[in-house]
């Protein structure tokens, strides 16, 4: 019986677990899981590869999209120092003020700031992507079924349309995407942009360090919950250990 | 009885003599005699005990650093992920805390089920228990709405908008439950003050439900009472060890949670700040109350009665129905072990409740597996129906009809002959 009861709840349990995310593939195609570096217990970031994506997020994504929840000074996450998060801080431009006389006025952006992005607005935004909102970015790896996995599939997943696709003026194919047509055009090529350290910048790596950047940006404590997850997880193997030890030599008094 | 009659002395004894907490405890949680053969099963209870505070104390810490404001509220959630030391780890623990207390309230309540711990002289201990079931259930679902998101706004939608189908008084209700013409800010507000409140009245339910066990005394695998001194131990160090180690296990699992899996059972939709314009592609509820969801949802019209406020009514009695189970159930013999009928249908309830769950998280439309002619809500009218005639079909025709196997002399008798007697 114990065992029959022990498969019961196995077996429903994972009926549960899988039907919160059965429905979610809808029409679209399901994402491939990517081996990530953040994966696992162990898991960490590459933050070689973070800085790579945030390269890629500067000059590329942010023409569009916002970052709102990540301040510069959360940049050390990357592991850039002090002196490197002002200066990239800096080359932002943001409206301070008011000044004595009431006014506001541009100032350089400082490590406090936050990544704003470029539009005023939600209308500004729509009117200049064709009615499309460009969503902020710092939590769509976990505002997404799939999480990263998704967002690597999406940004390589662009095809000329089948011929029996009905595409929308102005829509672009994407398999991955909820209807299979995106409003964002594809927003990565092979060399859109040119990495310091000389890591090939083809579609697929552009992807991947992009969404690894993004990842950190929607769960920047990752590293930290994994390393203290450990040890709470150890400590309770042993005090389980302990406490079951206790627990027999108790009640062994008593058969 | 001015004497000082403590067995306490010192400190201890002098504030005992004035106020008997040490006596309590020592009599409640130190003496307690408990039937001798307690199965992990057990263990639910105090393990719901500790979700419920872990709740409270984690709440607690959240609520410093929370803004109950519709502008707000999704940042704020935000900076304590980001910014607030530790709060990711706060949050993580009061959002899986919150699944981990139903699994254990749950597993608790199938429990009682199987080993009839709802019958004499425990009715009010049970209904007890399912007070705190429904408060929970409201708790979660205003703590749900908090953060704001898509699931926040639309679940709270949606479960507002029920009460509308009441006749007559449906829409003023509504409109006075939202505190405006639709979910805004004062909603928010009002939630926010009512998921503050309700966990300190669990707290409250949750004492009378201890009160009530420790005059009855409580259930064992076997459902007979306690004869001898043979057949009972004291709680401490018997129990409080077995229930330590339990707990342990239990924290085990809910850690591998919280640090490795934290957004597993939780909705992505609800990382999408709320948008009244537009409507998520599928509402759906947390895990927890899947099977009610499914059960409002697979009513059609009956009679006059439309299929909207039949669904409510079935949901509502879904629960309430647990109240009389105590008088639905005619059988005399309480534990499973010893109803071979009982048994196996028990196993068949628990199926249809995991079914239901699932029909919970499926539009209703969708085909099941593939299939042409079988709908999820085919699938969900035929568990839904199942659901009610388990309780008032069954519960009252099994104990006239059923063949139930002897039961042992004592509980002592039992344990002795642990090897031939089959446990569960
Ligand atoms: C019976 C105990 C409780 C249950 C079942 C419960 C349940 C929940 C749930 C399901 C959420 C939404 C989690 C999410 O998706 O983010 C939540 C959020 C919240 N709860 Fe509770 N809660 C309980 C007790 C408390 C207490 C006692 C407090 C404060 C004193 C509290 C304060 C909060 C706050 C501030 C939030 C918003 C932060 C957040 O969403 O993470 N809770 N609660």
């Known amino acids: 019986m114990q065992v029959l009861t022990k498969y019961v709840f196995a077996a429903a349990l994972s009926l549960v677990v899988s039907s919160g995310t059965a429905w979610a593939a809808g029409e679209a195609h399901e994402p491939e899981p990517q081996d990530w570096s953040f994966n696992g217990f162990f898991g960490a970031f590459d933050k070689a590869q973070l800085q790579r994506g945030f390269q890629i997020y500067s000059q590329v994504c942010s023409g569009c999209h916002s970052l709102k929840f990540v301040a510069y000074r959360h940049l050390e996450g990357l592991g850039y120092n002090e002196a490197e998060i002002k200066a990239i801080a ?66 390589t997943g662009y095809e000329s349309a089948p011929e029996s696709f009905e595409l929308a003026t102005g829509m672009n194919y994407n398999s991955f995407f909820l209807g299979s047509q995106i409003a964002m055009f594809s927003p990565l090529a092979d060399g859109v942009v040119e990495y310091a350290d000389g890591t090939p910048a083809n579609v697929e790596q552009l992807a991947a360090d992009v969404t690894a950047f993004l990842t950190w940006a929607g769960e920047p404590r990752l590293e930290d919950r994994k390393r203290i997850g450990f040890k709470v997880v150890i400590f309770l193997l042993i005090l389980s250990g302990l406490l079951y030890a206790a627990k027999r030599r108790v009640w062994s008094t008593l058969h | 009885m001015s004497s000082e009659s403590s067995k306490f002395t010192g400190l201890v004894g002098w504030v005992d003599n ?28 105090a393990l719901a005990m500790f979700c419920l505070t872990v709740m409270i104390v984690s709440g607690i810490f959240l609520a410093m650093q929370y803004q109950p404001n519709t502008q707000m509220a999704f940042e704020s959630i935000q900076r304590i992920m980001r910014d607030v030391n530790y709060g990711w780890l706060m949050r993580y623990i009061h959002m899986n805390g919150a699944s981990f207390f139903f699994i254990a309230v749950y597993i608790h309540i199938f429990r009682g089920l199987y080993y009839g711990s709802y019958k004499s002289p425990r009715e009010l201990l049970w209904m007890l228990g399912v007070v705190i079931l429904l408060l929970m259930m409201a708790t979660s679902f205003f703590g749900y709405v908090l953060p704001w998101g898509q699931m926040s706004f639309w679940g709270a939608t949606v479960i507002t908008n029920l009460f509308s189908a009441i006749p007559i008084v449906g829409d003023p209700i509504v409109t006075w439950l939202w505190g405006g013409f639709a979910i805004d800010n004062p909603t928010l507000n009002r939630f926010y003050a009512l998921h503050y409140l309700l966990p300190f009245v669990i707290v409250g339910v949750v004492g009378l439900h201890v009160v009530a066990l420790h005059v009855t005394g409580s259930n064992n695998p076997t459902g007979i009472e306690p004869k001898s001194s043979q057949d009972t131990v004291p709680f401490h160090p018997y129990y409080t060890l077995k229930d330590s180690f339990g707990l342990s296990v239990f924290v085990i699992i809910y850690a591998l949670i919280v640090f490795y899996a934290p957004e597993s059972l939780g909705e992505a939709e609800n990382y999408v700040p709320a948008n009244s314009l537009q409507t998520p592609a599928e509402i759906v509820p947390e895990w927890y109350l899947l099977p009610y969801y499914a059960i409002l949802r697979s009513v059609p019209d009956l009679l006059i009665i439309d299929a909207k406020l039949a669904g409510i009514i079935a949901m509502f ?96 008798e039992s344990v002795l002959g642990a090897s031939a007697t089959e446990k569960v």
């Open chain 1, 90 to 155: 800096a080359e932002t431009q943001v409206e301070g003020g008011p000044d004595d006389s009431g006014d506001m006025f541009m100032r350089p952006g400082v490590p406090a700031d936050f990544i704003t992005g470029p539009y005023d607005n939600e209308n500004q935004a729509r009117a200049f992507n064709g009615g499309a909102l460009p969503p902020d970015l710092s939590l769509i790896t976990k505002a997404r079924h799939g999480g990263p996995d998704y967002i690597y599939a999406l940004l």
């Open chain 2, 18 to 45: 004035r106020l008997p907490v040490f006596s309590y405890v020592h009599k409640e949680y130190g003496e307690y005699p408990t039937p001798r053969n307690f199965n992990y099963w057990w263990n639910f209870g």
């Open chain 2, 317 to 412: 009695v879904s629960i309430l129905v647990l109240f009389v189970l105590p008088w639905l159930d005619t059988s005399k013999v309480r534990s499973a072990r010893y109803r071979p009928t009982y048994k196996k249908f028990f196993w068949v309830f628990v199926v249809v409740c995991f079914v239901l769950g699932w029909v919970g998280a499926h539009p209703p439309n969708e085909k099941v597996f593939g299939l042409e002619w079988l709908e999820v809500i085919d699938v969900g009218r035929i568990t839904t129906f199942y659901y009610f005639f388990h309780f008032f079909v069954l519960f009252p025709l099994l104990g006239k009809f059923e063949k139930t196997k002897p039961v042992p002399n004592s509980i002592t």
